[in-house]
């Protein structure tokens, strides 16, 4: 009878079986026995082979010799060891002095003690269902294709720092139980952390370029769980934007997280730069109906939606002028162009029916600011509107102005 572990994850090698070899299950009637291979033995059992207990230095020799072996054979560049129980520290960086580990996928392992893969270049590896007990350490680590961290749980703090993820990294579902640090690392392909568990600003994306931050990937219910100290150069898209299936609700989401997340420090720059992508994403799904998206294309056009200074004042300008332009000799040339207009004798009347129009006159002395205007009928309604628009495009241009320096 041969490992349990070992068949159930179709072991291709025969690993030395364990002392304590095996154990029985069950009440009356019911024996079932279970014998695990040195690799697999939980950890309530002594390790050992042959009658002989092995420390942990032996135990890491051994699993590394077979590592070697099976890397040697060839048959196969993915070496599958899946579900080790490892009893104690084990530094991958010493056992590959060359700084250079083949594929190796140890899924649903459990790391009884500090694990160490600093410093190493590693061609593809997979720890999905993992757990890292007592911390893990790939400092100055190099992943040539994206590593596999699904569902691993890290009890203790984990450090990436100044890794490079050449291709990304999976992390979805992972859990942080202490803090991670991310710090100066390469993100070269998306970073993914969908559904992570973390504490708040528990994982430390510190000082990460711009490109780096482009390729980190997750939605507004991890939002809380990143700190970015030290990340100046944002990327203009960030998050899921860049992919094909983006959502645009998702997106407006995140950024609204974002934008909450910077309120809650403090960062005002941070709140301007997610308020506004916030607001571009709720225009371009077309607001919550006809009227909400008419007024943000408005807000959008004319005042960045109140974080573009130089919009808004531009716009302003345009506002000024364009009386000027109308009462100019370039003015008076177009509207004498209508003159020529085919059907002018009948455009003519209706013009001067609206200019009669006394009543609109008289309602105007219901608004105070118009009372001085000089006009008459449908004339003065014009000046008044246009007056009124200069007024609101004021008021944009001051809180423009007031977000991006008081900010
Ligand atoms: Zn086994």
Not at 357 to 367: D, G, H, N, Q, R
Request: aromatic share 14%.
């Amino acid at each position: 009878m041969g490992c349990c572990k070992c068949e159930e994850y179709l072991w291709r090698i025969v690993p030395p079986i364990n002392n304590a070899h095996s154990i029985s299950n069950g009440g009356a009637g019911h024996t079932s026995e279970f014998q695990y291979c040195v690799f697999h033995a939980p950890l309530a059992f002594d390790k050992g082979i042959n009658g002989r207990k092995i420390n942990v230095t032996e135990f890491n020799s051994l699993f590394f010799a077979t590592v070697r072996q099976e890397h040697s054979n060839g048959e196969d560049p993915v070496c599958i060891f899946e579900g080790v129980v490892f009893p104690g520290e084990i530094d991958f960086s010493k056992a590959y002095p060359e700084k250079r580990l083949p594929h190796l996928c140890l899924q649903n392992s459990v790391f009884n003690g500090k694990a160490t893969f600093r410093g190493l270049t590693i061609q593809g590896i997979t720890f999905s269902g993992s757990v890292f007990v007592e911390g893990a350490d790939f400092t100055d680590t190099t992943f040539e294709d994206h590593p596999d961290f699904l569902d691993v749980i890290f009890k203790k703090r984990t450090i990436f720092s100044r890794s490079k993820f050449t291709r990304g990294g999976l992390f979805n579902s992972a859990d942080f139980r202490d803090l991670a640090w991310f710090s100066e690392c390469t993100f070269g392909g998306h970073v993914i952390f969908h559904s992570t568990k973390s504490n708040d600003n528990a994982l430390r994306m510190h000082n990460l370029t711009r490109d780096s931050l482009s390729n980190l990937i997750f939605s507004s219910l991890e939002t809380s769980y990143f700190s970015f100290k030290g990340c100046y150069n944002w990327p203009i898209k960030f998050g899921f934007e860049n992919t094909e299936t983006t959502n645009l609700k998702s997106l407006e989401e995140l950024y609204r997280s974002m934008k909450q997340k910077a309120s809650s420090e403090h960062d005002q720059p941070q709140v301007s730069r997610w308020h506004y992508r916030e607001k571009l994403m709720a225009m371009k799904r077309g607001g919550s109906g006809i009227f909400e998206a008419v007024v943000l294309y408005f807000y959008w056009a004319t005042s960045g939606f109140g974080e573009r200074a130089v919009r808004a004042g531009v716009c302003l300008l345009t506002l000024l002028l364009l009386p000027f332009i109308a009462n100019s000799p370039i003015g008076h040339a177009i509207r004498s162009m209508w003159y020529y207009l085919p059907d002018f004798p009948s455009a003519a009347g209706f013009f001067k029916d609206l200019s009669e129009s006394i009543s609109a006159s008289a309602a105007l002395e219901y608004i105070p600011f118009t009372k001085d205007i000089k006009g008459e009928g449908w004339a003065k309604v014009g000046q008044a509107l246009w007056q009124g628009i200069v007024m609101l495009q004021f008021t944009l241009f001051a809180l423009a102005v007031r977000n991006r320096f008081r900010r």
